[in-house]
């Protein structure tokens, strides 16, 4: 029977498919740079520069394995919805609608990598980070509210905006009669003062 190699450590990484190189994140974990970017690039180069996680389990004698993974579920939506980023305030901005069905592609492509085999509790998940990404589901989604309730959200927060605005104003204001009341009261004193002199 084989004896067991030492596990020295594991580490989670992310490189763009067939694109990995020596580099500071490889630095540190002590394995033979080339070696492992020479086995991810050749394992990944089909998947079009795609990113990549990786989990590198490097052992005491300085091996190591790896396992790659799915590429992130936000870089598939993105991918569904044509988009280069998500919304940055997924509250007031809906960024695009994507499909039911794509939905269901990206959950069946992620179900190795999730801790469920439910095709249902996948496409959940995936609406889940959708949904913080500003991307709304037609056939999931009530979009037609969403995108209501958004107009509504930027509606709040622009009244709310204007409100602190008013009361930031109000309190300079307060502040400078404060001032210039403080001021008429010292004036005020140095003018008795001078009169009482005479």
């Given at each position: 029977?084989?004896?067991?190699?030492?596990?020295?450590?594991?580490?989670?990484?992310?490189?763009?498919?067939?694109?990995?190189?020596?580099?500071?994140?490889?630095?540190?974990?002590?394995?033979?740079?080339?070696?492992?970017?020479?086995?991810?690039?050749?394992?990944?180069?089909?998947?079009?520069?795609?990113?990549?996680?990786?989990?590198?389990?490097?052992?005491?004698?300085?091996?190591?394995?790896?396992?790659?993974?799915?590429?992130?579920?936000?870089?598939?939506?993105?991918?569904?919805?044509?988009?280069?980023?998500?919304?940055?305030?997924?509250?007031?901005?809906?960024?695009?609608?994507?499909?039911?069905?794509?939905?269901?592609?990206?959950?069946?492509?992620?179900?190795?990598?999730?801790?469920?085999?439910?095709?249902?509790?996948?496409?959940?998940?995936?609406?889940?980070?959708?949904?913080?990404?500003?991307?709304?589901i037609d056939g999931m989604d009530d979009v037609e509210a969403e995108k209501e309730?958004?107009?509504?959200?930027?509606?709040?927060?622009?009244?709310?905006?204007?409100?602190?605005?008013?009361?930031?104003?109000?309190?300079?204001?307060?502040?400078?009669?404060?001032?210039?009341?403080?001021?008429?009261?010292?004036?005020?004193?140095?003018?008795?003062?001078?009169?009482?002199?005479?």
């Amino acid at each position: 029977m084989a004896k067991k190699k030492e596990i020295k450590r594991i580490a989670k990484l992310q490189f763009n498919a067939g694109q990995s190189k020596p580099g500071p994140e490889l630095a540190g974990l002590g394995i033979v740079m080339p070696e492992f970017t020479k086995a991810f690039n050749d394992e990944t180069r089909d998947r079009n520069g795609e990113p990549v996680p990786v989990t590198i389990t490097i052992y005491a004698d300085k091996s190591f394995t790896f396992k790659t993974h799915t590429a992130p579920t936000s870089y598939k939506l993105l991918q569904a919805a044509g988009l280069k980023k998500g919304s940055e305030n997924a509250k007031t901005t809906k960024v695009a609608t994507i499909k039911k069905e794509q939905v269901k592609e990206i959950a069946e492509y992620k179900l190795p990598d999730l801790n469920t085999n439910d095709i249902k509790a996948a496409m959940n998940i995936v609406a889940g980070t959708a949904k913080n990404m500003g991307i709304l589901i037609d056939g999931m989604d009530d979009v037609e509210a969403e995108k209501e309730a958004a107009k509504e959200a930027v509606a709040a927060a622009a009244a709310a905006d204007a409100k602190e605005a008013a009361l930031e104003a109000a309190e300079a204001e307060a502040k400078d009669n404060k001032e210039f009341v403080e001021a008429e009261a010292i004036n005020g004193v140095n003018d008795e003062e001078k009169e009482g002199d005479e």
